[in-house]
């Protein structure tokens, strides 16, 4: 039986540091889960690689039986709702012993929203 990986899927953007937050979003999650759990990996819709085929791809290749798809997104909008299924179906297609799951973007779990907004008060006091 394989492991279980996670990407974490984001936007991307020109700017290298860009990613910088989510680096540390993935090691922590690393920390979390322990290594041997499974891969914890990031991917980007565009700009910045990997892409999300080649992060399952490689998750696949290290011997991940699931591979669940975390949006880093505040929210659903177009391209969680338009692009995001797209890919999944080519990742489905390419990789159709694994099994891939997807999750809603992290911007809208309340527990995301709850530490989000204990933040911006904490920001507003100091």
Do not use: K
């Not at 041997?36 to 991917?43: E, H, I, K």
């Not at 819709?45 to 999300?52: I, Q, V």
């Not at 799951?101 to 911006?120: F, L, P």
Request: glycine share 8%; charged share 20%; proline share 6%.
């Amino acid at each position: 039986m394989g492991s279980h990986g996670v990407v974490l899927f984001a936007h991307g953007a020109r700017d290298p540091r860009w990613a910088e937050p989510f680096e540390r979003l993935r090691a922590r999650l690393l920390e979390l889960r322990g290594e041997a759990a499974g891969p914890v990996s990031l991917a980007f819709l565009e700009l910045m690689t990997p892409g999300l085929p080649e992060a399952v791809a490689a998750q696949v290749a290290a011997g991940a039986a699931v591979v669940s798809v975390v949006p880093v997104f505040f929210g659903q909008g177009g391209h969680v709702r338009r692009d995001l299924p797209v890919i999944l179906d080519q990742c489905r297609s390419a990789n159709p012993s694994v099994e891939i799951r997807c999750s809603t973007a992290v911007g809208e779990d309340a527990e995301v929203i709850e530490a989000i907004a204990i933040y911006c008060l904490r920001q507003a006091l100091v």
